[in-house]
């Protein structure tokens, strides 16, 4: 499965929008990109995912560059409850989503 | 929709007994399950990946006569932790695969184990 690159750690203030990038350059067609998101001591919890298409639901947009070889998960208003770690992962359908380190995310006041 | 309840969602055990995790997805099929276990301040490491009726399938360095799966049936599926030792102290998670109100098939997280052993 193709690898996904994600800062460490990034800052937002409450009520702007986080914009979260993650690089997968070695996407194959089949593979979709989803996004977790894990607080403190509980489950994964999923956000979105898409395989071309930008997506938005309830909680997020997703961004997907035209050639996919990167994706921007777009918090429109953070608030202090989605200080998170994120995940980016790519995978084929049918297989487990293997994390890598994520993306710790703190909104700040 | 797409609810996986996971228990207990914490256990202490002393070293050298068993520990049974159990993962419902309640209102789903889950065709497929995973289970993963978490250190702390790293990241969630794929287990074992289960398939209802068949055995499951375990990742490299992981014992599979220690951490025994069972998948009996399309909504349940157990994680058995034998013969416990402190270092199998550790959050373990499941996930379920399973089509998300019609074609979509998605995975669903439990909310975790949290296993101490003393």
């Known amino acids: 499965d193709a690898k996904t690159t994600q800062p460490p750690s990034m800052d937002c203030a409450e009520g702007r929008a986080a914009n979260l990038p993650c690089n997968h350059s070695?996407?194959?067609?089949?593979?979709?990109v989803y996004w977790y998101r894990q607080i403190h001591s509980q489950g994964p919890q999923y956000i979105i995912h898409?395989?071309?298409n930008n997506e938005t639901n309830e909680m997020a947009s997703l961004i997907i560059t035209e050639d996919r070889k990167s994706s921007t998960l777009i918090l429109p208003h953070a608030t202090l409850r989605d200080t998170a770690v994120y995940y980016c992962?790519?995978?084929?359908?049918?297989?487990?989503?293997?994390f890598g380190k994520g993306t710790s995310l703190l909104v700040t006041p | 929709g797409a609810v996986v309840s996971q228990h207990p969602s914490w256990v202490i055990c002393k070293s050298g007994t068993s520990v049974k995790i159990e993962c419902r997805s309640l209102?789903?099929?889950?065709?497929?399950m995973f289970w993963y276990r978490q250190f702390p301040k790293q990241s969630l490491m794929l287990m074992a990946t289960?398939?209802?009726?068949?055995?499951?399938?375990?990742e490299q360095g992981v014992e599979k006569d220690k951490f025994l799966i069972n998948h009996a049936s399309l909504t349940l599926s157990t994680l058995t932790v034998t013969s416990a030792h402190p270092e199998d102290s550790s959050f373990y998670i499941c996930?379920?695969?399973?089509?998300?109100?019609?074609?979509?098939?998605?995975?669903?997280f439990g909310s975790g184990t949290r296993l101490t052993v003393v």
């Open positions: 996930s379920a695969r399973g089509l998300w109100g019609g074609s979509n098939y998605g995975y669903t």
């Open positions: 070695t996407i194959s067609g089949n593979e979709y």
């Open positions: 898409g395989l071309k």
């Open positions: 992962i790519v995978r084929d359908s049918g297989y487990a989503l293997n």
């Open positions: 209102d789903f099929q889950a065709t497929t």
């Open positions: 289960s398939n209802e009726g068949s055995k499951a399938t375990y």
